[in-house]
């Protein structure tokens, strides 16, 4: 599972078998989101996530709009045989 962007001390993952739509796993600190990033414009949106605060899980949602292009960009490139 590749890690793809770093957010503090939680990994943003893309898992290479996934499924689409186009999302990112974000794992850290006992806990995992899933959000959906709706390549190419977004913005992110969280699918479903254990262990996290809503806070937590709107400054993840904030720091992934950032990065957006960047993470479509990944998601292509490691998902293009599908």
């Known amino acids: ?3 793809v962007w770093r957010i503090g ?8 078998n996934d499924h689409r739509p186009a999302h990112v796993h974000v794992v850290g600190r006992g806990g995992e989101a899933v959000f959906v990033l709706h390549c ?3 913005p992110p949106e969280l699918r479903e996530s ?3 605060s809503r806070a ?3 400054r993840l949602k904030r720091a992934l709009s950032v990065v ?3 993470l479509c960009e990944q998601w292509r490139s490691i998902h ?3």
């Open 50 to 52: 254990y262990g996290f």
């Open 68 to 70: 957006l292009a960047t």
């Open 1 to 3: 599972m590749p890690t």
């Open 56 to 58: 937590a899980v709107n």
């Open 9 to 16: 001390t939680h990994r943003v993952v893309i898992y290479p």
């Open 40 to 42: 190419p414009d977004g």
């Open 80 to 82: 293009e045989h599908h």
